[in-house]
């Protein structure tokens, strides 16, 4: 016959069990190896109505806190999706451009002419990194 | 019992007897009398009756069942629940171990009997606990077995079932970290981490090694490094199946399959996989998925690669000022080293905290314990740098200041380094730079900064656009932003007025005045076109919403619409005029001549068509006013005018072509031609088998046809199967009255084969021949009477009811006087190039017939120029597509020959044609690899005196020799060949003949001729077999000069080189072309797959030689349909060895009674074995035949002496 070392008790341990434990391993382990409980569950995704950019303050904190919360063992593999179809836009400049002026003293014209050459290239080699990964979005889809 | 026994009984009975009285309250309170039953659910399985019980409850029950004082209930009912009943069990030894160590400590005189009872009960519940686990209760001494037992336990409570290494990826600032392992089972090597990256088509020569790393559960995994910049472009292309965790249940996902999150899952490996290690994951992905497993890690920095190329892509990138180096160098002072950084800009808060929210800890393998926001900003900042920096790399800029020391040298440096290298400058100014182009971008770079939405809505009644800047409220409604701008808390208003003030730089237009209020504006429709069109999406590269009526990026090409007016309920015929209307039609929005002129006038016309708005081209303005003005004038038309307008015969219109709408004729016509059923049955009623899916199109248009009472033509490609679609339409529709066909002879014999094998139900009668019934007596047999004619006086009545008619085209012409006082149904004229010529004799006479409908098949309408298609065209529907001239004017489209003529047919097609061609993707996917077509041929009165002529020479010779067998069997012999060489061609029969002439003397030939014109007016390429070597030789010079191709002869005589060299050629040529060879030289052993036709001219004995040859096409690296002619001279001895390849009879039936030989046979035998069935044959002119066998009897032509 086998013989098995019986677990320490506790008067106090509840009759259900210590799973909580256990997952809260397990949770470490899926963790490691496969990332946690996928952002799509949480609140203020957009899911709930409010946009994306609703998710900056509070709602995001509070999507932060609830990836702390241990996901039930049976929570589906994780798996990550690819982002929407990338758009190359056809005006590379224009986040920057609502800046207004670069802050470089005595340089602020010639910065744009610079920015806009960096830009132009930058994204046009984005757009070809898209191209290769498949990721472009068609006429129809942009 | 012993006082101390007593005390300690004492001391426990009165928990027991709480016990006792705890579980009897317990059964009241449940309204039971003993204990819990045990229950099951519906479908048995069991449920806990323990569960709501209390643990002193329990306690009781376990109690009595160590004690083995239990009944079967009590036992029961601790069966519903092992788990429960184990740890009371394991609560109460523990609480005896306790008891039993207290007791030990009791004074001498107690202790003794206290002790045996404790043990007592301690060895009772031990037993209990062995009955219940088959484990042993009793504590082991040995620290390292329990250590061991420890580590087993824990690891069955918090090890995940081992699965199989992927390709792992790590983050580092700038660096991207390669290992394999998978969880719980052991890291690869290095090795088989190269290999990992070949197989994910990693780029080869930027890894580097990298010290291990530590991972969970104590192993190390070997690494590799490599700059970010490097691989970038691999890891968002990166593919591969994901390796997930869980059960089969849980964990396995198709490929592409959306999980309950939303997101996509790849190919994935159950847990019971990765227990199977290598072995399992054979048995569901091969070696190269093995290698190409990819792990969450890998998955989530290739998803966050994505996000930064995205936000590249869209420009929402913004450089920072980063000094290097805290300290400053003390011999240097206000010196330090600073480079530039590009973050990302606008970022999608929902992108991050997904990222954050996913992101596994083995992407921070190599630092642990860095937070994972901290890793997922790393990230992005890294791979955004990397691409921007490398994009400034390619910039040449102005050298700056080596050690710049002044605010404009810094701003000069900072320019001059925007490529990330490192420089040295003043301290001071540098940090005072690095903060201010940091407020600068904060505004795109802060975490909680406002996100405005820009609203367009649809034009007001006066066309005004209204345009209204809404921000978000601390409540999370949208507002107008100068409500938000003075609402709020403080950073709020701020953060408000920071964006609205960046989206008034590329928005100016909302700094005009005039608004009710700040981020107000009313816009023009030039304005209003151009945020939909160009700044919307500018505006959302920069991260603000957009919201814009739709814009359809479509630029609807000008249409004319032609409408015909009501007409009174008259049925209007196509000669019939009727008052039109014109309007032009951009997308669906139809225009009239005034609207036009008003579009024209603004600078950006927008009309909106199916919800969305759409922006016309003046020059398509002007194109359809230009269009409209020229038909001002055309306010009625017949319906054949109309139709000719719609089809483009009447001049250029504009680029989108004419419609038709209203009522008449043309209108009617045209909407049952787009109203033809897309999927037709594929086998009508009366018709023996199953149409291919373009044949039953075909027969729903000939349906249409009918229904509109037109003509066409069907130009199905060559093998295509012309003859089963009309035959099929003939079986479904032949009631109305009897239908002609008209055909060459080469085919009549098929068209009453396959009638015969199709259509058992049509009565058919082949009218050729010299033995053909008199043109009257068919009249009087044909299907009903009600629309015949009177045939010289013949009345109707006739019992034969004769549905279909084949003859051919002389015997058409020949007996036109007759058949052109039938009333047909239908007339149907096969290899309608014949009357391509609308000035021959044949195309005039036929034209004489009368008929319901005409239609022409051929796969080649055009072989010479637009002017066959017209005259095919005009003898369908006389006058209906205009004169020749205009319509060979307006269908001429540029072009090489073969492509002009098929966008005229495409411009028909469907109304007026029906054209398929084999290189139809659709349409050879549903050809088979090889058709074989059998072609009867005619013979010539030449042929058939030269036939007739050897043959009674042999009858001659044998009756000489009646006497020697020897000899009659040789001549006999030598007749076949020579006949059969008669079919072929008169010169090959006699080749040193007077007449060298080659054209029209043979029927063979003629039909050779309508192949090959066909074959290389689709480009195609032919082979054609004779058996006969000089014949060969002499045919390819011929059809060379006839064609105008270089046509090679392939025969023994020739050496290994030259027809190396035609083969090579006949291979490599491109286009029309075709190669004779002889069956004994040619038919083996040659890959000719250029060709997809092979002609056997002549018939060889042995089928498998015929196949032989034929295969030299259709072979391995074959990709046409291979099409296979076999030329026969029906009634000749030609026929009757086809019948031999056939299978139909033996070779030495084919001449020889049962139990005779050759040598036996005598003339009658002879004459009926090889001589001509003139009822079979295909000739017209046995008159001339029998001059041409005096005239050769005369001249001593045909004995063996001329073969």
Partial sequence: ?142 | MSDEHSLTRTAKQPARAALAAATADASARNGRSDAARPERTANGAMISALASMRWHEIARLVWSEAHRTAGLLEVATLETDPTRWERVLLDLLEQTEESLASARRLPRGVRRQVVRDFESDLEELADAYRRLTGLDATESTDESAQAHEVDALAADVSTPPAEPAALQLSWQPGRIVAWAAGAGSEPERTERIIDRLAASGAPDRVWRPHPALKLPGGHTAEALVADVGDVLGWLVALEGPLAVPGSSETGKLPVGETTATGMVAGPTLTADESLHGNESLNSTADDSDADQLMGASAAWLRFAATVAVELVAGGRAVPRLHRTRKRRNRKRPDTAEFSVQWQPAALDTEKFEQLVGTLPGAVAASEPKTEPRAVVQSALVGMVDAIMTSAARRLDVPAASPEPRSRAEMAEAFLAHLDGTRFTGSATHGSDLARRIEQWARPVTSASRQSLVVQLDEPDDAGAWHLRVLALNPEGAREPVEVAMVSGVSTHRTDVRDQLTRLERLLPVLMRPGGKRRGEVILSQDEAWELMSVIGPALQSAGFGVRVPDLSRDRPAPSLRLTAQESGGSALGAQQLTAVSWTAVFGDVELSMDEIHDLASQARPLVRDKGKWIALDHADLAEAAAALAERADVNALTGSQMLRQVLGLEGPAVRGGITISGSGWAADLLRAATAIPAAPRRSPDGFVGELRNYQADAVAWLEFLDSAGLGGCLALDMGLGKTPTVLARLAEDHRAGPAMVIAPPAVVGNWAAEAARFTPGLKIAVHHGPSRRAPEELALSLRGSAGRLSVNGSGPGAADEIDLVITTYGTAVRDIEALSDVVWDRIIVDEAQVIKNHTSETAKQLRRLNARSRLALTGTPIENGLGDLWSIMDFCNPGLVGARAPFIAQLQRPGDARGAAESALHVLNGVLVFRRTKSEPQIAAELPDRIDELAHCAMTPEQIGLYQAVLDQLIVDTAESEHAGDRRKGAVLAAITALKQICNHPLNFRPAGEDTRIEGRSGKLDRLNEILEAVFASGERALVFTHFATWGERLAGYLSARTGYDIDCYHGGLGRTARDRMVKRFQTEEGPGAMVLSLKAGGTGLNLTAASHVVLYDRWWNPAVEDQARDRAWRIGQTRTVICHRLVCPGTVDERVEEVVAGKRRIADMVLPKSSSIGDLDAEQLRHALGIDTGALLTDDLENADAVRAELKAAGVGGAGAL
Avoid: C
């Fill in chain 1, 1 to 142: 016959m086998s013989s098995r070392r019986r677990r320490k008790t506790s008067r106090t341990r509840r009759l259900d069990g210590n799973d909580a434990q256990q997952r809260q391993a397990a949770h470490a382990a899926m963790s490691f190896w496969h990332g946690r409980v996928n952002a799509a569950n949480a609140p203020g995704n957009g899911s709930d109505g409010t946009s994306p950019a609703d998710t900056s303050g509070k709602a995001a904190s509070e999507a932060s806190q609830s990836q702390d919360q241990v996901p039930p063992d049976t929570a589906p593999p994780l798996v990550f999706d690819r982002p929407r179809r990338i758009t190359v836009t056809a005006d590379p400049t224009s986040t920057v451009r609502s800046l207004g002026k670069p802050p470089l003293a005595g340089r602020e014209v010639v910065a744009e002419h610079y920015f806009e050459a960096v830009y132009k290239r930058a994204v046009a080699m984005a757009g070809a990194l898209a191209a290769a990964g498949d990721l472009l979005a068609d006429d129809d889809s942009a």
